[in-house]
């Protein structure tokens, strides 16, 4: 039984030594991950690792515990134990509990079938946290308490700037059901073309947040940004008939939306090739929509950038997706792009063995809203790729205000009265992570709201009309110019992708180069690509 309880305690250090670290990849805001450069959508993998091992030491830990006071006739005695010096038993049931109903529902099964009840019992985060500290007390918890501080950091932040409302310049449903939504940002919002962002519409759900790839490049306007929506769930679908709708097009607004983020790659990865392969799946083009208009205006501008063949390869189920394609219009961007960009595209429809009658991009859209709006309602920039100098000031605030709210709870409190309990010192030191970063760190972002306002005021000026968008036919629809596109476009019905016979056929024209290969799609893709290239994707 003594060996049992050792193993168990032991188990339970080396479980706090992971959850050092499992919070840290899910703050996806955070300054540490942007400076090396791991995205939210990357870091999220470790987190999922760390969850699982973090899980399973905990699990055993209490196991070993249960079994040895089973053993020695003491388990619901030991269970409801509730310590003033040491380490408190309950609270740690408490928390194991939640840890436990977290983990279950995280699983791939679950999650997969079930995703909201996934999403709402992991909001019990919060009870996991707080019931461990109090079970192993102050000291015990600062094991943990360094990452688990960094994610409060992060999600103090996150809830600051998803308070905004984010006027929707323009909405419109493509005719394969798409939702292109045009969002308002203000001009110092900085991003980039492989970035993404988190919607949450109001009329639909004030809980759910969902991750929807940048379709428009920081070039094509100052004050706007573009998502590409494809219906696939019930939150999606209400969204489109939330648009399509007459009746509720006659409003002012059409949707209430707030926005997290961006975020995304600190690199501009697709600027650092010459040569590029781009393959997506579906509503994966989004975020090459964005990348092939940021190389087109910054060919036009004779900004920095590398690309000059570009191949683009997009699988798609049925021809009605292929207008995806038309709502950017290069020849608008820069004409005659040909000259200094050889773009080539195949498309491969998958389910449809001949082409329809009427082939083409050109197409109107089934319903759209247009409301120009003021700048000064756009989207945050508290969060994603913000001002690195707001960022770390937040940051040293608030760890500096976390020290001196210790330091004077132990001073004039704790030592003066004598405070001895375990459980309630690590529910006071929870409470001064927490205020340290309300107070300290709130105060940071009340300063940083007013330079951001301050800015907008300056830039008003050239914001007194919405930009005459020059993007990707966000705005008004159009019938756009393609021919210089149709030539270089190939259209496969009823086959799939052979990367090996496009990897020969473009070493063939372009030569033994270094291609820099970009995938947004299924997991099918990466390993294909991976398996075909040799190297990861």
């Excluded at 310049?169 to 988190?198: D, M, Q, W």
């Excluded at 209430?256 to 590029?276: C, R």
């Excluded at 995806?324 to 040909?338: H, Q």
């Amino acid at each position: 039984m003594f060996m049992l309880e050792i193993m168990g305690l032991r188990l339970g250090a080396i479980g706090l030594m992971c959850l050092a670290f499992l919070f840290i990849p899910v703050s996806r805001g955070s300054v540490l991950l942007r400076h090396i450069d791991i995205p939210f959508e990357h870091a999220t993998r470790y987190h999922v690792w760390l969850g699982h091992l973090t899980m399973v030491l905990f699990t055993l830990h209490g196991l070993f515990y249960v079994v040895a006071w089973a053993m020695d006739g003491r388990l619901v005695r030991e269970l409801v134990e509730w310590k003033d010096i040491g380490v408190a038993n309950l609270p740690g049931v408490i928390s194991l509990l939640a840890g436990l109903l977290m983990w279950v529902t995280s699983l791939p099964g679950v999650r997969t079938r079930n995703f909201e009840l996934f999403f709402y019992t992991h909001q019990l985060y919060v009870v996991f946290v707080v019931f461990l500290a109090l079970h192993v007390g102050d000291f015990i918890f600062t094991m943990a308490a360094g990452g688990i501080f960094l994610f409060v950091l992060d999600r103090f932040l996150r809830f600051c700037q998803s308070r905004r409302t984010v006027n929707v310049i323009s909405s419109r449903c493509l005719p394969c059901g798409t939702v292109e939504l045009l969002l308002s940002k203000p001009h110092s919002l900085r991003y980039n073309a492989l970035s993404f962002i988190f919607l949450q519409v109001r009329e639909l759900s004030w809980l759910q947040w969902h991750p929807f790839s940048v379709s428009s490049s920081p070039l094509d306007g100052k004050h706007h940004l573009a998502v590409l929506i494809k219906v696939l769930g019930k939150w999606t679908e209400r969204l489109r008939e939330r648009i399509t709708d007459v009746d509720v097009l006659k409003d002012v607004s059409v949707i209430t939306t707030s926005v997290e983020g961006p975020y995304g790659h600190e690199v501009p990865y697709h600027l650092m090739y010459e040569n590029l392969i781009l393959v997506a799946g579906g509503i994966g083009l989004s975020p090459f929509l964005a990348i092939l208009s940021d190389i087109l205006h910054r060919v036009r501008e004779g900004k920095p950038c590398q690309p000059r063949n570009i191949l683009l390869v997009w699988a798609v189920k049925k021809s009605n997706e292929l207008p995806l394609l038309s709502t950017i219009d290069m020849e608008t961007i820069c004409p005659s792009f040909s000259n200094e960009v050889n773009i080539d595209i195949h498309i491969y429809v998958t389910r449809e063995s001949d082409p329809p009658v009427e082939e083409g991009y050109t197409y109107k859209p089934i319903k759209s809203s247009f409301c120009p709006v003021a700048s000064d309602c756009g989207m945050s920039v508290l969060v994603g790729t913000g001002n690195n100098f707001w960022s770390g000031l937040y940051v040293i605030s608030s760890t500096v205000g976390f020290v001196i709210l210790l330091g004077l709870l132990y001073v004039y409190y704790i030592n003066p009265f004598g405070i001895y309990k375990w459980w309630y010192k690590g529910l006071l030191y929870v409470i001064c992570m927490v205020a340290s970063v309300v107070i300290f760190g709130g105060l940071v972002v009340v300063l940083w709201h007013i330079w951001e306002k301050q800015s907008s005021m300056k830039d008003k000026s050239n914001n007194v009309k919405v930009d005459k968008i020059q993007q990707n036919g966000s705005l008004a629809p159009k019938y756009q110019r393609q021919d210089s596109i149709a030539k270089s476009t190939l259209i496969r019905y009823g086959s799939r992708p052979d990367f090996k016979e496009i990897y020969e056929s473009m070493s063939e024209k372009w030569g033994l180069v270094d291609v820099g290969v970009i995938v947004c799609g299924r997991q099918h893709f990466r390993l294909v690509l991976r398996k075909k290239s040799g190297h990861t994707v």
